[in-house]
């Protein structure tokens, strides 16, 4: 009984000197101390505290086991033997860490679903751009139609009505001629003459759109569009077609 008393007392006497801090450097050695039980118990919110080692009391203070008050209060306790140092920390909360784990995980959903509605807000801003600009193109193509139609009304005394259709690249040109109406006239045109036509407009076409490739057609208007002749530009060469041939 008094072994068992006295390796309580000394495991005490250790906790109590490497907790408690000195003004001076404490000493070391063995002591023999007067332990007195008297079934001590530890009551913590009205339950009695489980402890393998009685507490006891010392000179009036009463000593109870460090590791059994921390894991009252959770928190880990590690005893370094080459040190004497008793390290006393917080334990990990495991109920905290899953809700942590919980929450970052539902701001990892959150954040991707916030990047998703970026990339579409992104994306719609770009169409509605490309919208405006082929919106732009258009409303300058429809232009350049009134234009044309104006500076050829009377070319070779013939009525000719252009469509444009296409973008700032690559341009559709449809130059429509009623053969019904203007028969004799355009019966007196050679194919110098087409080649005329086709030239100036595919000039006037590149002072507005200097980089667009042409393609286009001269149809019969009273012939359901029926093709007289096609022709063609490019851009990067200035080469034009005219039925096959090139003409400058």
Known sequence: MFKKQYLAIASAL???????????????GTKNLQ??????????????????????????????????????????VAWDGT???ITVKDKPNSQHASELAARDAQIRTLQGTIDSL?????DLKNSKSSRDDDDDVQDDLDDLEDQLDS?????EDIEWK????????????????????FEDEYDAMDDSDFEDLVEKVVEDIWDEFEDADIEGEIVDSSDDDDEL???????SDEEITFDGSVIN
């Open 162 to 181: 252009f469509t444009l259709s296409g973008d700032e690249d690559d341009i559709d040109v449809e130059i429509a001629v009623d053969k019904d109406e």
């Open 83 to 85: 040190k004497y140092t």
């Open 35 to 76: 332990a007195k039980y008297n079934n001590i118990k530890v009551i913590y919110n009205g339950a009695a505290v489980p402890t393998t080692i009685e507490p006891f009391i010392v000179n009036g203070t009463t000593y109870i086991p460090l590791r059994m008050m921390a894991d009252v209060f959770s928190k880990d």
């Open 151 to 155: 500076d050829y009304d009377d070319y």
């Open 118 to 122: 970026n990339k579409q807000i992104t």
């Open 14 to 28: 250790i906790l109590t000197t490497t907790l408690i801090p000195t003004s001076s450097q404490a000493a070391t």
């Open 229 to 235: 002749w096609d022709f063609s530009a490019d851009a």
